[in-house]
């Protein structure tokens, strides 16, 4: 049974914030390694640091050195950052940045490699993660980086209730309406189109696209980005096929409780899509950047500094982003099973041979 278990990389995110709380809390659940095999990438060190400070019983982690060494029957742990490294609670240190991009790195390697199937990342702070390899404003725009595809990456916002996509991601409010183009709204339809078909298994999905401006515009009386860009790119997009309604006012669509009416949501900047999803979701929401080759979840929160060793965290949204990375990954293994060529299957049964 092992064999066919997949393997998901954890990594570890900022020291100083929960991400060791949610991540052991987490996998302190008896039945977590029946379904896949989890791997934290990370400090065997800070890991028993945080199992006694926070009391959290029934993790036993297998310290490796690198996947190769991985027990598909323990909870493992790739040490992959200084024994030496200090633990300081809700403080934003360089060494605390240093650890967290280790484990990004050595994760990525062995997702590119194919080592690991999935990987779910625990917060960072933006600020103490820069470096000379590191020159991203987040996890979505240097997975985007690492593993190209031919349209730009995604950030979807998923929970229960709604999933919430942004055309421009971390960037300041004043670039946000010289950045938004016909081409690039297209282009996040696509991605977003394709994902919720491939990973969500959503034979016809409905959009629903916001404008950029209150009220969408009114008619131009208050912007004309609806008029001149985004209207032109939802007609694009019908053309292809992408059933996308729009655009509405993102007060009223989410005021009125029509989002629900949609299989997903697009809005034209960050705060725009992540206000109301968090309102509703803040500890049970999953970050997932789809349009990408591998799959990468997050919980749908940052470092929380504020009350990082105080044992006071949810770990449900990080336990969720664990789950969709499975879901997700299965979600895609069966996609590409009924999209396979059927002719090879009926050969392969003519010839006697087993058939899945």
Known sequence: ?????????????????????????????????ENFIPVIYGSSKVAAFYRKHLDIQGVNL?????????????????????????????????EAGKAALVAIERSTEDLKKGAIHAVVTAPINKHNIQSETFSFPGHTEYYEQ????????????????????????????EKVSTKITSELILQKLQVLNASLKKDFSIVRPRIAVLGLNPHAGDGGVIGNEEQLVIIPALK?????GIICVGPYPAD??????????????LAMYHDQGLVPFKTVSMDTG?????????????????????????????????????????DIYQSRKWNGEISANPLK????????????
């Open 286 to 326: 999953v970050n997932y950047t789809a349009g990408l080759s591998v799959i990468r979840t997050s919980p749908d929160h940052g470092t929380a500094y504020d009350i990082a060793g105080k044992n006071t965290a949810s770990e449900e949204s990080f336990r969720q982003a664990l789950f969709m990375a499975y």
């Open 146 to 173: 690492n593993f190209k595809t031919d349209s730009p990456a995604l950030m979807l916002l998923v929970n229960d209730v709604m999933r919430v996509a942004v055309v421009t991601g971390h960037i300041p409010v």
């Open 1 to 33: 049974m092992e064999k066919n278990k997949i393997i998901i990389g954890i990594t570890h995110g900022d020291i100083n914030g929960i991400g060791y709380e949610v991540i052991l809390k987490t996998l302190a659940e008896p039945k977590i390694i």
């Open 62 to 94: 297998n310290i490796i050195n690198s996947i190769e060494e991985l027990n598909p029957k323990r909870l493992n742990i790739v040490n992959c950052v200084d024994d030496d490294i200090k633990v300081e609670f809700g403080q934003s240190t360089p």
């Open 252 to 265: 009223g669509l989410f005021g009125s409780g029509n989002f629900k009416k949609f299989d997903a949501v």
């Open 345 to 356: 299957t009926e050969h392969k049964a003519e010839r006697g041979g087993r058939v899945e």
């Open 236 to 240: 694009d997009a019908e053309k292809q």
